[in-house]
């Protein structure tokens, strides 16, 4: 019997799979993915009122409530806040992270994005994505899982607005239609609701879902359907050259 295929989204805080590309994750899910959904942090600056640790317990629980909407799983590697860097005690986590989720397809940020701490877990995702399967990296995690057979496909998602952050556009690879799946993506970003209010002060979003869906529809008019996601694949040296995304999407996946 075929083994599903394992999935693993790690993006930096909480929410951002759900805007990025929970409507293919659903896609996925809907066609016997095993999909874990990870952050760096658990969004411990995410409010104006709430306390770290309080906003932090809320918003890990949202992204739970989000995952199982998909039946994914939810994991958390307990950074903070605008304090994702790239140093070998970071990189142990994600690399064990990848190690013990075995996944063949991984997604996470562009690594041009309007922020640092998403940029640093695109670094971070795709260095253990490469040396995951490196016997001689040895996490210093007890028990430690086994290093992977193959090198994961990886998927960067397009940022949020679909810029970098000199206002310059970026353009995808290949656009996945989530036509049928934009309804999970909808109920997914709405487990966030604590992130409604610190996204009205902070970024003057007063309305996530509106966001979203104008990035879908962007996304969708490049990709000629009504609602999309835009990706690139990683193909540098060691990562698979062939798009094993487009071989288990192939009705939604257009160019």
Request: overall charge positive.
């Amino acid at each position: 019997m075929q083994q599903p295929v394992r999935v693993l989204a790690l993006f930096a805080h909480p929410d951002d799979a759900e805007f990025l590309c929970a409507g293919t994750l659903a896609l996925l899910a809907a066609r016997g993915a095993v999909i874990t959904i990870a952050t760096m942090s658990a969004g411990d600056c995410g409010s104006v009122k709430l306390s770290p640790a309080k906003i932090s317990s809320i918003r890990q629980g949202e992204a739970a409530q989000a995952a199982r909407q998909i039946g994914a799983r939810y994991a958390c590697l307990g950074g903070k806040d605008l304090s994702i860097f790239y140093d070998r005690t970071t990189l142990s986590g994600v690399v064990e992270l990848v190690r013990r989720r075995r996944p063949q397809v991984s997604f996470t940020h562009s690594p041009a994005d309007y922020m640092a701490d998403h940029e640093t877990t695109s670094q971070l995702c795709q260095t253990a994505c490469f040396g995951a399967m490196a016997p001689n990296y040895r996490t210093g995690r007890r028990p430690a899982a086994k290093p992977l057979c193959e090198v994961p496909y990886l998927y960067y998602a397009d940022p949020l607005g679909r810029k970098d952050i000199l206002g310059q556009r970026i353009p995808s690879a290949m656009y996945v239609d989530i036509g049928e799946t934009l309804k999970h993506k909808k109920a997914m970003l709405a487990c966030h609701r604590s992130q409604r209010a610190w996204l009205a002060t902070q970024q003057q979003i007063s309305d996530p879902e509106s966001l979203m869906l104008k990035m879908a529809e962007e996304a969708g008019q490049c990709a000629g359907v009504r609602w999309a996601e835009g990706f690139r694949q990683h193909l540098g040296q060691g990562f698979p050259q062939d798009n094993l995304l487009a071989r288990l999407l192939s009705a939604q996946v257009h160019r």
